[in-house]
């Protein structure tokens, strides 16, 4: 008997990587056996032998030996004067097993058979990639890039399963070019006419969650807690974190020596500013951590319908509102109020830092007056024009000029 070389038969077997040879002899077998049923109403008395190694099959049918005349059922039984031409030993009630030619099968089954392969190959694949994918939800994946179009990228994994980075996953800064590398957290996995389809992201919370695992060894093993993350892509990002060990502290080992740890990550984030918050169930001290780098003097929380108004100096509106008002949009999704940022009532016409004058007074006259202890403008204006040029090294011109200056703040 010639034995069914699938290797040689079908050559373009060995072309599919992400399946292995002995899940790719099942498939035949599988395959195989729809034949056999096809053919003869049933498959139990048939054996399909699989030689994983040399890659080639043997199908054996049994059947009952009986007398001449009573086969009630040819697939399952034989005539004995046929049996006995088979092996001339044979008995009646003896079972007898008959090897199937290839030829048996006929063209037609052939092709059919090798159309029914390639099929349920490619159907394992997919399912092999969807599965594969499904378990990796919320882990960065390394690819390349592959194709470049408008709306978005092709990626190719390290055995060229095709990835999806949608424009809208991609941060605004993000620029690539054919066969660059690019990482990103595996976002949706969905099949669409039972194709795979897995979308990736860099705009995702969890990708920068995954990257501060990455890079903080505590964040890993659970000793520092990411309580929530907002971001604003490539613009701003808000991290809470919370260690459950009194030892250490978290925002320091967050961001590690000099931002050693956090610097990796920012230039991944095509320099994103990343301000690392520590939790706390204290609302009023988180709210005000929340609004880093900006310093509030106090908060009113209207915790019914969750909305709070925050009083700050003169110079540190603008530091809560952040360019674009991100910083102070994020601080709200951070703690889940609505944030109104006010200049101090009490405050605002009190003083102001004299730094916040550099645009208008020289930093050679700042440093000068912050020498003699006047380091505000209402410590400035309380001394007379004749203490400052007494106390400083300051023209009388110049320190008139510098109190028309101060004292306009306070019209």
């Known amino acids: 008997m010639e034995h069914i070389n699938l290797v040689e038969t079908f050559a373009e077997f060995k072309e599919f990587k992400n399946i292995d040879r002995e899940t790719l002899m099942h498939i035949i077998e599988d395959v195989f056996r729809g034949m056999i049923i096809k053919k003869h109403g049933s498959d139990e008395n048939f054996d399909i032998i699989v030689n994983i190694d040399k890659g080639d099959l043997e199908i054996w049918r049994n059947r009952e030996i009986v007398e001449d005349g009573m086969v009630e059922d040819e697939n399952l039984e034989i005539e004995f004067s046929q049996a006995i031409k088979i092996e001339p030993d044979f008995e009646v009630g003896e079972e007898v ?49 592959y194709q470049i179009w408008k709306k978005e990228i092709l990626i190719l994994d390290d055995e060229d399963i095709e990835l999806i980075l949608p424009k809208s996953e991609q941060i605004p800064s993000d620029y690539y070019r054919k066969g660059e590398t690019i990482r990103a957290v595996v976002s949706k996995v969905e099949m669409r006419n039972n194709t795979p389809f897995i979308i990736l992201s860099r705009t995702s919370p969890i990708f920068l969650e995954k990257l501060f695992e990455a890079e903080v060894p505590e964040v890993y093993d659970g000793l520092i807690t990411i309580k929530k993350i907002v971001r604003v892509p490539g613009e701003r990002a808000k991290i809470a974190v919370e260690s459950y060990d009194d030892r250490i502290d978290p925002v320091g080992a967050c961001v590690g020596m000099k931002g050693s740890r956090i610097h990796g990550i920012v230039r991944e984030l095509k320099n994103e500013n990343i301000d690392v918050i520590n939790y706390t169930e204290n609302t009023s001290l988180y709210i005000s951590r ?22 700050l100096k003169p110079d540190q509106v603008s530091l809560a509102i952040g360019k674009g008002g991100f910083n102070i949009r994020l601080a709200g999704k951070l703690t889940g109020y609505e944030i109104d940022v006010y200049r101090d009532t009490e405050t605002e016409f ?5 730094r916040e004058f550099s645009d208008e007074i020289d930093q050679w006259i700042i440093d000068e007056l912050i020498s003699i202890g006047c380091d505000t403008a209402k410590s400035v204006l309380d001394l007379t024009i004749k203490e400052l040029v007494s106390r400083t090294d300051l023209e009388e011109v110049t320190i008139k000029e510098v109190l028309r200056i101060l004292g306009a703040e306070f019209e």
């Open 97 to 145: 097993s008959e090897e199937l030619k290839f030829a048996d099968f006929g063209r037609r089954d052939i092709l059919t058979i090798r159309q029914n392969l390639i099929s349920k190959i490619h159907e394992y694949e997919k399912d092999n990639v969807y599965n594969k994918y499904k378990d990796k939800i919320g882990e960065i994946i390394t690819g390349e890039v």
């Open 290 to 311: 929340s609004l880093s780098p900006a310093k509030t003097t106090s908060i009113e929380i209207d915790e019914e319908n969750k909305k709070v108004n925050v009083y």
């Open 350 to 354: 009190e003083d102001v830092d004299i």
